[in-house]
């Protein structure tokens, strides 16, 4: 993920009209009086095909999809399935029609495989494409959490830079995906309405299986919540919603969302530094998390089966520090999903959290050890066995990436026992800090439990 957007162009996508089918989802938020209706979109699949198989098989059949999740989803009583959608995209200037342009391209959905597993609410993330593919940035370090919690997950792929590495890697199963109307749409501008409408497939009842679900919520991580504002600042004025609320992980959010949908923005350490204070308000939420960085540890564990099955392999780097914090920013990604949730549900809105100090120069504030002070304090941070901290530079140029994976630099035995005189007393400050972040609804029950297993493993 990177910071980075590829550059917008003034003219925007929004969506042609259409009629609205039958859903299987509770109506969408209410829009403003003429707005533009969101069509559904045309759908074929599920695709045949599954692991193992070949990317360049000649036949759709012996293919499987590109970043097909490597979890165990028949444990969590999930399935995996991929579809094609295809419609029409306006692109828009200042609210009028310029033109229309025909699109096609995927859908990759993580579903329970029955009504009774589902939780009745969908996270529909906007792949990031910053690496040049398709990435489910905010699944990986998250997948056991949206399975354990009965979430459907749908990634979207919006963006010709991941359309376009689909249809070399496998031309016989992506070969006529195409977001651009051959190349005569630039700058993305068909992604908003192809974002829109996948939801509207969702709530068509096209893509999953016959689950009911009541809420359908927009996730997006760094480059993906750069143009989910874009989306939410400059197209949902124009359009019907079709979104019940938004999640702007690692990356901008709107600067003054003043919409009846909640929106929630979760910061690691490495974007505060970058992107300006916002205040929380009725609709909007801000939480900020030291010690953690943009593109974090778990995100790379949980790509490397994938990675090396359909890119060969990862990426190495060579930094100024040893890479990736290691300190579980998706933890706190998991507990603003529960939140969103509810808040959409009309059942209250999620607690705050204290901002990442800053100094007069609106750099971090640290402490001696090098720290971020203030934040939303994992116990990863407050009874540390390592310092993690969310900056980082490269030592070459290939190794730009450097800047968003943080720190890890792992206390010595000599340090580790002045800290900490006893493996009970750290155990038992884990504790202390675990049951104050669940108190105040920053982490989840089970991760919470999975922090105090790790903290009591001697």
Do not use: K
């Not at 996948?198 to 016959?210: D, K, S, Y």
């Not at 359009?239 to 009846?260: C, K, L, Q, T």
């Not at 800290?419 to 750290?426: A, E, K, Q, V």
Request: charged share 25%; proline share 7%.
């Amino acid at each position: 993920m990177t910071t980075h957007a590829h550059r917008l162009g003034t003219v925007l996508a929004l969506t042609a009209a259409g009629t609205l089918l039958a859903s299987t989802v509770s109506a969408a938020p209410s829009g403003p009086e003429g707005a533009i209706p969101v069509p559904v979109p045309e759908v074929q699949g599920p695709l045949p095909g599954g692991l193992p198989g070949d990317p360049m098989a000649d036949d759709i059949e012996d293919t499987y999809p590109f970043f097909a999740t490597t979890e165990d989803l028949d444990s969590h009583g999930y399935v995996e399935e991929e579809f094609l959608v295809s419609g029409t995209a306006n692109r828009y200037s200042e609210g009028e029609v310029l033109s229309s342009h025909p699109y096609r391209t995927r859908l990759l959905v993580r579903r329970p495989a029955e009504q009774r597993d589902s939780n009745g609410t969908v996270l529909a993330e906007w792949q990031n494409v910053t690496a040049g593919n398709d990435l489910d940035a905010l699944w990986g370090p998250s997948a056991e959490h949206i399975m354990r919690s009965g979430y459907t997950w749908v990634g979207v792929s919006a963006q010709h830079v991941g359309v376009s590495q689909l249809t070399g890697w496998s031309p016989a199963r992506y070969g006529d995906l195409d977001v651009t109307d051959g190349g005569a749409v630039g700058d993305d501008q068909l992604s908003y309405d192809v974002f829109s409408q996948a939801a509207q497939a969702v709530r068509a009842g096209e893509l999953t299986g016959g689950l009911e679900h009541d809420r359908i919520l927009a996730i997006g991580a760094s480059q993906s919540a750069q143009r989910m504002t874009v989306y939410y600042e400059r197209v949902l004025p124009l359009i019907e919603p079709v979104f019940d609320g938004y999640a702007f992980m690692v990356g901008n959010a709107p600067s003054s969302p003043d919409r009846p949908e909640p929106v929630f923005q979760v910061l690691s350490e490495t974007d505060v530094a970058r992107i300006p204070v916002a205040e929380d308000t009725a609709t909007f939420r801000r939480w900020e998390v030291a010690g953690t960085s943009h593109s974090a540890w778990a995100g790379r564990m949980a790509r490397v089966d994938q990675e090396e099955r359909d890119l060969g392999g990862q990426a190495e780097y060579d930094c100024a520090e040893p890479p990736f914090s290691r300190v579980p920013l998706h933890h706190v990604f998991n507990a603003s999903y529960d939140h969103l949730d509810a808040w959409a549900r009309g059942r209250g809105r999620p607690p705050g959290a204290d901002p990442i100090e800053r100094t007069a120069l609106g750099r971090i504030a640290r402490d001696d050890d090098g720290f971020a002070l203030g934040g939303i304090r994992l116990s990863q941070v407050e009874v540390p066995r390592a310092l993690n901290t969310g900056s980082n530079a490269p030592l070459d140029a290939e190794s730009y990436f450097c800047v968003l994976f943080g720190s890890h630099r792992p206390f010595d035995e000599a340090e580790l026992a002045e800290r900490y005189p006893s493996h009970g007393r750290y155990a038992s400050a884990v504790n202390r800090v675990e049951s104050e972040n669940l108190r105040r609804g920053h982490i989840t029950r089970e991760d919470s439990r999975e922090n105090r297993r790790e903290a009591a493993r001697p």
